[in-house]
């Protein structure tokens, strides 16, 4: 299995062959350098650890430092691994550079990323409420709740609102992975990947690129 860290550019569009429009997401994807090789004698289990975009050494602490100096490298801003089986030993080695070419053969990928953040949120807007009518005497109260004292009674529990109740609250700024994107072009010169269909994330954002598990 294959895995990049990269940022989302943003999204644009394309036309295939016959013509029609494909709406794209552009990843800048890599290189990640290797920081770390884990196998089961050492960590008792298989896994490479990549790292993502140089950062000044003066914004890490001494033991981020030293862990980048043992690649021979300055200190990355993003640190994430990528599972190997136990069956499998790892192919790359401390220091090498990964690159987008790792999918030149893969039809579809997976792409990780945390999506936008929205803030503090209504119940309309965080789980699609209908809200109180327009007319007929609701005064203030168009877009509120209504009644939780049901819930509010949890016997033996404690007298707060029963877990799992649609309440006003945080919205977005969760971890999401969308699957099975194709891979719709690959720019080696630029880390360029092209997948179809829009990802999770702000432009900017950091984002996980796998090979697909199920394509």
Do not use: W
């Amino acid at each position: 299995m294959a895995m990049l860290l990269g940022r989302k550019v943003g999204m644009t569009r394309l036309y295939d062959e016959a013509g029609q429009l494909v709406p794209v997401t552009v990843i800048q994807a890599g290189p990640c350098i290797v920081t770390q090789v884990k196998t089961t004698e050492t960590d008792g289990y298989n896994a490479v650890q990549l790292g993502y975009e140089d950062v000044k050494p003066s914004r890490r602490k001494k033991p981020q430092i030293g862990h980048a100096q043992k690649a021979d490298k300055v200190p990355k801003k993003l640190l994430r691994e990528m599972r190997l089986p136990d069956s499998a030993e790892p192919e790359y080695k401390l220091g090498d550079s990964i690159t987008v070419s790792v999918f030149a053969e893969t039809g579809s990928v997976d792409v990780t990323g945390t999506g936008k953040g929205k803030g503090f949120a209504g119940v309309m807007k965080r789980h699609g409420f209908g809200g109180f009518p327009a007319s007929h005497g609701t005064e203030r109260k168009h877009r509120a709740p209504g009644s939780i004292s049901s819930f509010a009674s949890n016997a033996g529990h404690g007298g707060s609102p029963k877990k799992g109740k649609r309440m006003a609250g945080h919205l977005g700024s969760c971890r999401a992975t969308t699957k099975n994107h194709a891979l719709v072009a690959i720019d080696e010169e630029k880390n360029l990947l092209v997948v179809k269909g829009p990802v999770p994330g702000p432009a900017g954002g950091y984002c996980i690129v796998r090979s697909a598990r199920k394509a």
